[in-house]
């Protein structure tokens, strides 16, 4: 399998560069992966990131845009896009939450308002599904969990039949949840460390690329993860049911209940859009993926008990 480099011609790229800003020195690639090259532009008096989407993160470009058009004070300023090419020019938004040790103190002041950008980008779902956004409605799910597992997996015979003796059960909260009547809406779906931006007093979230319109709470799925993993928090610590409060906390009162069971599809639902992601790699990128992949499938498996 082989795919269309994201950037196929620098120089097209670097005089549309030229078109929304000028450098002061040399435009540098920063990385280079299957569904993304990414250069930054030095100016003189901050930098400027462009990125190049591929095609499995094509409508990244203009969500984007249309998310800062909303939101400002709460993603990356966008100082151009081009819809077409899947091209993004943005200002630098600061350094990493990674940075700064992933403290749970700056998801404290994150979680509101991003939670306010998903309320309110709840009224455009339909627009964003229309543009490429791809579609985790609750809805879609068991038929996209029944696909998950006809494909092949990196991980064993048994843990496959675990996934497969769950397939009704999903089904069943999945329509539990639908219940709880939260409008689906956009969800990030990497909402992590590396993607947390902060500037002063000012928090960013950053690349959209692998964002879905899905239950909104299914994005404290990556969050909670790399808390854990990160951060080394046990499953029991506080912190987590303090975030899910300040998370929840624009969303009115009583959806603990709807949280947890939005955590628990929404593991599933990661391992779809995971599946999705693979699907676009070329083959020799496959086994690193795979690594990570295996690991998203396992957190998913050890919530099929229960």
């Given at each position: 399998m082989t795919t269309v480099p994201p950037l196929p011609d620098r120089g097209q790229a670097e005089d549309w560069i030229r078109g929304h800003v000028e450098p002061v020195g040399a435009i540098e690639v920063t990385h280079e992966r299957p569904w993304a090259t990414v250069l930054r532009v030095p100016l003189a008096d901050r930098t400027a990131w462009f990125k190049a989407c591929g095609p499995v993160q094509a409508f990244e470009p203009r969500l984007t845009a249309?998310?800062?058009?909303?939101?400002?004070?709460?993603?990356?300023?966008?100082?151009?896009?081009?819809?077409?090419?899947?091209?993004?020019?943005?200002?630098?938004?600061?350094?990493s939450v990674a940075g700064l040790g992933n403290p749970p103190e700056a998801w404290v002041t994150a979680l509101p308002p991003y939670a306010e950008l998903q309320r309110g980008e709840a009224e455009h779902a339909e627009e964003h599904l229309t543009q490429g956004v791809p579609d985790l409605r609750i809805s879609t799910l068991p038929a996209r969990y029944d696909d998950l597992l006809r494909r092949p997996l990196p991980i064993t015979l048994e843990e496959l039949e675990g996934l497969r003796r769950f397939s009704s059960r999903f089904g069943e909260l999945c329509a539990e949840l639908a219940a709880h009547g939260v409008?689906?809406?956009?969800?990030?779906?990497?909402?992590?460390?590396?993607?947390?931006?902060?500037?002063?007093?000012?928090?960013?979230?950053?690349?959209?690329?692998?964002?879905?319109?899905?239950?909104?709470?299914?994005?404290?799925?990556?969050?909670?993860?790399?808390?854990?993993?990160?951060?080394?928090?046990?499953?029991?610590?506080?912190?987590?049911?303090?975030l899910r409060d300040a998370y929840l906390e624009p969303w009115g009162k009583g959806l603990a209940d709807a949280f947890d069971l939005a955590l628990r599809v929404g593991l599933f639902a990661h391992a779809c859009a995971w599946a999705r992601q693979r699907d676009a790699l070329p083959e020799d990128a496959r086994p690193n993926f795979d690594t990570w992949f295996a690991v998203v499938l396992r957190r998913a498996l050890a919530r099929t008990l229960g």
């Open positions: 249309a998310l800062f058009a909303r939101w400002p004070d709460r993603v990356a300023e966008v100082i151009g896009h081009d819809t077409e090419r899947a091209w993004l020019l943005l200002a630098d938004a600061g350094r409008h689906e809406t956009v969800q990030h779906d990497d909402l992590n460390q590396n993607n947390l931006y902060t500037a002063g007093d000012r928090l960013r979230v950053l690349d959209w690329g692998d964002s879905s319109i899905s239950h909104p709470f299914a994005s404290l799925v990556v969050t909670f993860r790399f808390l854990e993993e990160f951060n080394r928090l046990p499953p029991t610590d506080p912190w987590f049911e303090r």
